[in-house]
C-alpha cells in the first residue's frame, strides 16, 4: 500500500529500479527513466505488498524480469484476522510476515520500504516520498483501500477502522482502556457509557467484531474485576441497510443476527449513524423515528472503505476514470486506457469479469479477487513481452464466510456443482481450517492453531496488553 514510509528505502548498487533522488541510477549511471539498453531485462515495479502485490510478484518467479516491490509497512498483512488482533484474541507476528523473508529465495524481487508520492505515466517513472525515482516498463499497482466515513471524516477520531496493525493496536486498546476506565468509574450513568460498545456497520467485519466483543465481556472477563460485572456490558451493532451481510443471501444475514443476539448483541439494522463524537452516536431509526443518541465510551468503525489516494494521482496521470470511492477504471485486462504497461488490481481497481457467453460483473473488494488480478496481472506482462495479446481477467467466485463467535458462522460457498449456505457449528470449523490453511508460513499457521485452542478451551485471550495509552485517557 502507498502510505508514509517508516524508514527512508536503502537503495543497493545495481538493485533493479533503485535510482539517487538527483535521478542517476546507483552503479548504472542512467538517468531514472531513460530507455533500457537491449541486455537488461524488464523492470517491474509492483506498488502495494498486500494480497494483489504479494501474488503478482511471485507469479513472476523464475521469470526473466527484475522486480521491485515498494510498500509502506516491511510486512504483509492477513487482513481477514486482523480483528483478532484488535480483539487480543492473536499476537500481531502471527497474521503477518517480514516482506523480505517472503522473497528471499526468489532473486529477482528487490523489496524496498517507502511511500509512491507520485507517478510519471510518460517518463514512466514512480517517485517515493524521499525523493527516490524508480523507472519501470511495467508497473502494477495494487496500493489498496483505507477507511471511508462518508464526508464525515471528523469522525475518525471517535470511531477508528481497522485495516492496519496499528489501526489494530487502536482499536484493542480502546477496548480494554474502556473496561479499566468503567473499573475505576464512580458515577453509574459514565459507567454504563464505557460498559457500551458500539460497532457500525454490518458487513464481516462488523459482524466479527461485535460476536468477539460479546465473548470477551461474557467469557473472558468476568471474576476479573472487583467494582463492575463484564457480562453486563452492552455490545450493539449498528447497520444503515435493512439486513446484515449484504453480500451473502438473506438467509446467511438473518442466520447471522440470530447468532449474535444469541451472545447477547443488540443488533439495529436500517439504523444510520448520523453524528459521532467522544462521548457517543446519534442514530436515526428507519422511517420517521425520531432520532435517538447513545453514550458510548467505545465505538468502533467497520462501515465504508476507500480507494488509495493513489487511485487519483493515477487518474491525473494517466487521464483514467474514477469511481465514487476513488477506484480506477480499468480494461477487461487490468490496465489502463491508452496505457498498457501499467496495470491497477485489488481494491484500488474499479474492475469486471468477463466469462465468456455472460455480461462482464463487477469484482468484489476481497482477498481472492485481488489474489486473482495479481496473477492475472503478471501472466499479461509475460504474454506482452512474448509479443501475445493480453486475456481479459475473469474472476472464479468461490463464495465468502464470516464467524460470529464461538461455534457461530455463515458460509456461503460455491463449487462446481452448486452453491452451498450452511451455518452454525460446521461452518464455524469450516471459518477455521479456511484460514489457517490461507495462512502465510507454516509458523503462523502453528501459533494460530495453538492459539485458538488455548482459548477455545480456556476462554482467555493472550494478547490482552494495552502497550501505551493517550495522555489524559483513561488509564494514563
Known amino acids: 500500500m502507498a502510505a508514509s514510509a517508516a524508514a527512508s528505502p536503502v537503495l543497493l548498487r545495481g538493485s533493479p529500479g533503485g535510482s539517487d533522488p538527483g535521478g542517476e541510477e546507483r552503479g548504472g549511471g542512467r538517468p531514472a527513466g531513460a530507455p ?11 506498488v502495494g505488498c498486500g494480497f494483489g502485490g504479494l501474488e503478482a510478484a511471485r507469479a513472476l518467479h523464475g521469470a526473466e524480469v527484475e522486480i521491485t516491490l ?20 492473536l499476537p500481531a507476528p502471527a497474521i503477518a510476515a517480514p516482506v523480505r523473508h517472503l522473497f528471499r529465495h526468489q532473486p529477482n524481487v528487490t523489496t524496498l520500504l517507502g511511500e509512491v508520492t507520485a507517478i510519471d505515466a510518460v517518463a514512466r ?10 523507472p519501470y516498463d511495467h508497473l502494477i499497482v495494487a496500493a489498496g483501500a483505507t477507511h471511508s466515513y462518508f464526508g464525515h471524516d471528523a469522525w475518525a477520531a471517535h470511531a477508528p477502522g481497522l485495516k492496519t496493525l496499528a489501526d489494530a493496536f487502536e482499536v484493542r486498546r480502546r477496548v480494554l482502556v474502556a473496561f479499566e476506565a468503567a473499573e475505576k468509574e464512580a458515577d453509574a450513568a459514565r459507567r454504563e457509557a464505557w460498559l457500551t460498545f458500539v460497532v457500525i456497520g454490518g458487513g464481516p467485519t462488523g459482524v466479527e467484531l461485535a460476536g468477539t466483543l460479546a465473548e470477551i465481556a461474557s467469557r473472558t472477563l468476568p471474576g476479573e474485576f472487583r467494582h463492575i460485572d463484564p457480562s453486563r456490558a452492552r455490545i450493539l451493532l449498528v447497520e444503515g441497510s435493512p439486513r446484515l451481510l449484504q453480500a451473502m443471501p438473506e438467509r446467511l444475514g438473518a442466520s447471522a443476527q440470530r447468532q449474535l443476539e444469541k451472545l447477547g448483541v443488540e443488533v439495529r439494522v436500517g439504523a444510520r449513524v448520523t453524528a459521532i463524537d467522544a462521548h457517543g452516536l446519534q442514530v436515526q431509526p428507519p422511517g420517521d423515528a425520531a432520532p435517538y443518541r447513545i453514550a458510548s465510551g467505545c465505538i468502533l468503525w467497520a462501515a465504508g472503505v476507500a480507494a488509495s489516494p493513489l487511485g487519483r494521482q493515477i487518474a491525473e496521470a494517466t487521464a483514467a476514470t474514477v469511481d465514487r470511492a476513488g477506484r480506477v477504471q480499468v480494461e477487461p485486462d487490468l490496465s489502463i486506457a491508452g496505457h498498457p504497461e501499467i496495470s491497477v488490481i485489488g481494491d484500488l481497481a474499479a474492475a469486471r469479469s468477463y466469462v465468456a457467453g ?5 469484482v468484489p473488494g476481497v482477498s481472492p479477487a485481488a489474489k486473482q488480478m495479481g496473477r492475472t496481472a503478471a501472466r499479461n506482462i509475460l504474454l506482452r513481452a512474448g509479443g501475445r495479446p493480453a486475456q481479459p481477467f475473469r474472476y472464479r467466485d468461490w463464495g465468502s ?11 456461503d460457498l460455491w463449487t462446481p456443482w452448486r452453491r452451498i449456505e450452511f451455518s452454525g457449528r460446521p461452518a ?9 490453511y490461507f495462512l502465510i508460513g507454516f509458523r503462523n499457521r502453528i501459533i494460530v492453531m495453538l492459539d485458538w485452542a488455548w482459548a477455545y478451551w480456556t476462554s482467555q485471550r493472550s494478547a490482552r496488553v494495552i502497550a501505551a495509552t493517550e495522555p489524559g485517557s483513561p488509564g494514563g
Open 70 to 89: 515498494v510498500d509502506r509497512a516491511n510486512h504483509h498483512l492477513f487482513q481477514p484476522l486482523l480483528y483478532q488482533v484488535a480483539t487480543a484474541g
Open 428 to 436: 464455524w470449523l469450516f471459518w477455521l481450517f479456511a484460514h489457517i
Open 36 to 46: 533500457r539498453t537491449g541486455s537488461e531485462r524488464p523492470r517491474v515495479v509492483i
Open 401 to 411: 464466510l464470516a464467524t460470529i463467535g464461538r461455534n457461530s458462522a455463515v458460509v
Open 125 to 134: 517513472s514512480v517517485r517515493l516520498a524521499d525523493g527516490a525515482v524508480l
Open 358 to 362: 455472460t455480461e462482464p460483473q463487477p
